[in-house]
């Protein structure tokens, strides 16, 4: 970067988009303070590993975000120390230019913000945002910015905007702070700004919640969420599914998935990662229903002779569906008639591995990674066919963990406060057995697969982009 020296004159030299020719904003940064509670000129203090300042941290990013350059605003005797600050980076291309707050007649220290940006004008002659020097604000604000800055109106009135924080991202552990507490309207108009002194988590938590503070709050976890703690996936991409009277999917996102649909939810997870899931209607309540008294040892015997079953079951529970779709009016049915109950059979639990991938190709289609370790728990693992039944299914190996009890959850989260949840986990479950696809099992499932995906788009339960998609993803 290339300072330029300026007291109160002359305009910044920016630089324009290559693509457009546009000019792109300018940054200013507030750099003139006296850093009195620092002790010294916290603005120009070395701190990464080159020795770079803050605010060259912020400079680096607005210029990578769609900033076309930076007007500093100094106070008289810092020209020096930020000219020899710029002076040992490596030249470049974006022009950084330097103005002057001056001290008013009577007065030993400069006027305040609104001061410091009438300095720089003389510096701006387009759209420009404000940042302090001595704060670090990160690339997607910067972004942010420049996206407002570049679509803002400007002829009268002209559009403004302040890019703000979630108050709970900005209190220190480390003590008290004070910060402007901005409100706004329902279309996210600013309607106030508030300065308020002495924030703490503590405080702010209890405000918020109307809880006292230094009241303990001990929170558990649902079964699901449970469940997956038990099975150890805790890392992004891995995945639980449990398997029980109905069907629950959990998995571990870095980021929000967001379902316009609302079928997928998500918990937050201890480390802060974020855990989607859904839970279906279908699952093995429906053998406990339909195959009362029977050995169920015998009929995964007769099943294993009807690979795919001569049938295609959608088994439901109960009435309605939830996940992967929404659907109050859904009802279990089969195509076709069994031959025997071996094949009878074999449709139900087919059916359930239909649903289980079913539900991954929905979560595919809204941008969750899928493509970690797949760990499967809940009664049904009992049954070491129906085990290997969903492994064929899915195409991919799964884990089944000593121990599948969502009992092995709460202990994980027991003994996680300080540490790593995901490293716990690795020390208290234990593997029992993991379980690959059989040899000549691919694509065998695909046409049943891809026929009772169709069947359900056409009685209107499954939407026809998750029906394309899951068809999509059968014929790679």
């Not at 792109?24 to 701190?47: E, I």
């Not at 020795?51 to 400079?59: K, V």
């Not at 059979?345 to 289609?365: N, T």
């Not at 202990?411 to 040899?439: C, F, K, N, T, Y």
Request: proline share 7%; charged share 20%.
């Amino acid at each position: 970067m290339q300072l330029t020296r300026r007291s109160n004159g002359g305009r910044a030299r920016k630089r324009p988009d290559s693509r457009s020719g546009v000019l792109l904003p300018a940054l200013v940064v507030l750099a003139a303070g006296l850093g009195s509670r620092f002790g010294g000129d916290k603005q120009t203090t070395p701190l990464g590993p080159g020795g770079a300042a803050l605010m060259e941290y912020s400079i680096f990013d607005a210029l990578r975000s769609g900033f076309g350059s930076a007007v500093i605003v100094v106070r008289a005797g810092m020209l020096d120390s930020v000219q020899q600050m710029f002076d040992a980076r490596p030249r470049g291309c974006a022009p950084v230019t330097c103005v002057v707050q001056p001290v008013e007649p009577g007065r030993r220290k400069p006027w305040g913000t609104a001061h410091a940006v009438l300095a720089a004008a003389a510096a701006v002659d387009g759209p420009f945002a404000v940042a302090n020097a001595d704060d670090l604000y990160g690339r997607a604000s910067f972004e942010t910015l420049a996206a407002f800055l570049q679509r803002a109106r400007r002829s009268p009135p002209p559009e403004f905007a302040i890019a703000g924080f979630p108050m709970g991202d900005t209190l220190s552990d480390a003590g008290p702070v004070n910060r402007a507490v901005c409100e706004t309207d329902a279309d996210g108009r600013l309607t106030s700004i508030v300065e308020r002194t002495g924030l703490t988590r503590e405080r702010v938590a209890a405000e918020a919640t109307g809880i006292p503070a230094g009241t303990p709050v001990i929170s558990g976890a649902t079964d699901g969420c449970a469940a997956q703690l038990g099975a150890g996936a805790l890392t992004v991409g891995s995945w639980n599914s449990v398997l029980g009277t109905t069907l629950i999917l959990k998995g571990v996102t870095l980021d929000l998935i967001r379902d316009p649909l609302g079928v997928v939810y998500s918990h937050k997870a201890p480390n802060g990662d974020w855990l989607p899931g859904g839970a279906s209607s279908t699952g093995a309540g429906v053998i406990s229903r339909d195959f009362t008294g029977r050995d169920l040892d015998e009929l995964n015997q007769a099943a294993s002779t009807h690979e795919p079953s001569g049938v295609i079951t959608y088994p439901l529970v109960s009435n309605g569906e939830r996940f992967p779709f929404v659907a109050p009016g859904a009802r279990g049915f089969v195509l076709g008639e069994p031959v025997n109950d071996g094949d009878r059979f074999a449709g139900v639990l087919q059916g359930v591995g239909f649903i289980e991938r079913l539900s991954f190709d929905y979560l595919h289609l809204l941008g969750a990674p899928i493509d970690g370790s797949l760990t499967l728990t809940g009664g049904a693992t009992k049954s070491a066919y129906w085990c290997q039944l969903r492994a064929d299914i899915l195409g991919r190996p799964v884990t089944l963990p000593d121990n599948a009890e969502p009992a092995l959850g709460m202990a994980v989260l027991a003994a996680s406060p300080g540490r790593v949840a995901a490293d716990v986990a690795a020390e208290m479950v234990r593997v029992r057995d993991i379980i690959d696809p059989r040899p000549g099992t691919a694509g065998m499932y695909d046409s049943t697969y891809r026929t009772l995906v169709t069947e359900l788009e056409h009685r209107g339960w499954l939407p026809p982009e998750a029906a394309a998609h899951a068809r999509t993803r059968t014929s790679r």
